[in-house]
């Protein structure tokens, strides 16, 4: 009997269980998944879990502490065998995971730009002086700020449609968002909006990726674990992987976390060479450090560790502590 069929012999004994956040857009990405294995005959269901991101919704991300802010409780989950595997948004997962955990799948990546969406401007050159900006990413206000240093950004937390209710209420004359998501939520005619170039803005770390999260079948006595592994492994994009991993490596050289102003994408470009772009930078823009690299696949190791012993020449960490200090 082929192995790949012994393991979806053993899947089919009992529906396998998915946990998700319960916003739309997480609900769109687990079904999406959902619907994956189901065609290939593995039965899947849904589990919806509140995430510490999604309960507290009155203050910023980057204050509220703590690394997985909307994943640590997919992963107690995880750990008590309440779930079999996750979904996740990659850019939300933090570079360190709990080692009886695994990163098992990453797919392929969607549009990972950010996008720009207002119900009278234009774009971000078309907003008045002083116009009120909502974003709940350090990253993304940095950036904007970049542009824009006469914009004022302001925190803007919910799901996608709270926040577009808001602008719509003109608590906002514009607000940023990841293209992938409204591409995802099938909004792109629905609303104003104009895509960033990653030049302009850099993504973050993994944008526009998911994250397939099980447990690590090395540490399991249960063949279910290890089944589970490898069917979710066929769902792996080895060139999206290969990108996200170098994105997810550069922020953890760096001692950065998913809420830090820190953006990096790579992609690969013609002949196979890799091409990274990065930027970190303090709260108010005045501090940037902006770089692009080009490189062979074969190189990355050697060319991601002098960007950093560059950056770090540059005073990045400096600039990192002076984020925490104000933040508190």
């Given at each position: 009997?082929?192995?790949?069929?012994?393991?979806?012999?053993?899947?089919?004994?009992?529906?396998?269980?998915?946990?998700?956040?319960?916003?739309?857009?997480?609900?769109?990405?687990?079904?999406?998944?959902?619907?994956?294995?189901?065609?290939?005959?593995?039965?899947?269901?849904?589990?919806?879990?509140?995430?510490?991101?999604?309960?507290?919704?009155?203050?910023?991300?980057?204050?509220?502490?703590?690394?997985?802010?909307?994943?640590?409780?997919l992963?107690?989950?995880?750990?008590?065998?309440?779930?079999?595997?996750?979904?996740?948004?990659?850019?939300?997962?933090?570079?360190?995971?709990?080692?009886?955990?695994?990163?098992?799948?990453?797919?392929?990546?969607?549009?990972?730009?950010?996008?720009?969406?207002?119900?009278?401007?234009?774009?971000?050159?078309?907003?008045?002086?002083?116009?009120?900006?909502?974003?709940?990413?350090?990253?993304?206000?940095?950036?904007?700020?970049?542009?824009?240093?006469?914009?004022d950004?302001?925190?803007?937390?919910?799901?996608?449609?709270?926040?577009?209710?808001k602008?719509k209420?003109?608590?906002?004359?514009?607000?940023?968002?990841?293209?992938?998501?409204?591409?995802?939520?099938?909004?792109?005619?629905?609303?104003?909006?104009?895509?960033?170039?990653?030049?302009?803005?850099?993504?973050?770390?993994?944008?526009?990726?998911?994250?397939?999260?099980?447990?690590?079948?090395?540490y399991?006595?249960?063949?279910?674990?290890?089944?589970?592994?490898?069917?979710?492994?066929?769902?792996?994009?080895?060139?999206?992987?290969?990108?996200?991993?170098?994105?997810?490596?550069?922020?953890?050289?760096?001692?950065?976390?998913?809420?830090?102003?820190?953006?990096?994408?790579?992609?690969?470009?013609?002949?196979?060479?890799?091409?990274?772009?990065?930027?970190?930078?303090?709260?108010?823009?005045?501090?940037?450090?902006?770089?692009?690299?080009?490189?062979?696949?074969?190189?990355?190791?050697?060319?991601?560790?002098?960007?950093?012993?560059?950056?770090?020449?540059?005073?990045?960490?400096?600039i990192?502590?002076?984020?925490?200090?104000?933040?508190?």
């Amino acid at each position: 009997m082929p192995i790949a069929q012994r393991y979806k012999d053993t899947l089919q004994q009992s529906p396998i269980i998915l946990g998700t956040r319960g916003s739309v857009l997480a609900l769109w990405q687990a079904n999406h998944i959902k619907a994956i294995l189901e065609s290939q005959g593995i039965s899947v269901v849904l589990k919806s879990i509140k995430t510490k991101g999604d309960k507290i919704l009155d203050a910023p991300l980057a204050k509220i502490g703590g690394k997985g802010l909307f994943t640590k409780e997919l992963e107690q989950e995880l750990l008590n065998r309440t779930i079999d595997f996750a979904v996740h948004s990659l850019k939300d997962v933090p570079v360190i995971i709990d080692p009886q955990l695994m990163l098992v799948a990453i797919t392929k990546r969607a549009d990972p730009r950010d996008c720009f969406v207002s119900e009278k401007y234009a774009d971000i050159h078309a907003l008045p002086r002083n116009a009120k900006v909502g974003t709940t990413s350090l990253r993304r206000s940095m950036q904007i700020k970049r542009i824009r240093n006469d914009v004022d950004t302001h925190n803007l937390r919910g799901n996608i449609q709270t926040r577009l209710e808001k602008l719509k209420n003109g608590d906002y004359d514009a607000i940023i968002l990841a293209s992938a998501a409204i591409n995802r939520l099938g909004l792109q005619n629905e609303i104003s909006h104009y895509h960033f170039d990653t030049t302009t803005i850099v993504p973050a770390m993994g944008q526009g990726a998911l994250g397939l999260e099980c447990r690590d079948p090395k540490y399991s006595s249960d063949f279910r674990d290890q089944a589970i592994s490898k069917i979710l492994e066929s769902l792996h994009h080895k060139d999206t992987g290969l990108c996200c991993n170098i994105e997810r490596a550069f922020i953890r050289l760096l001692g950065g976390g998913c809420q830090s102003p820190i953006g990096i994408h790579t992609k690969i470009i013609q002949d196979r060479n890799l091409q990274i772009e990065y930027i970190v930078g303090n709260l108010d823009a005045t501090k940037i450090l902006y770089g692009t690299q080009t490189c062979l696949i074969g190189e990355i190791e050697y060319v991601l560790q002098d960007i950093i012993n560059s950056l770090k020449n540059q005073d990045v960490d400096n600039i990192l502590n002076e984020v925490r200090e104000k933040l508190g």
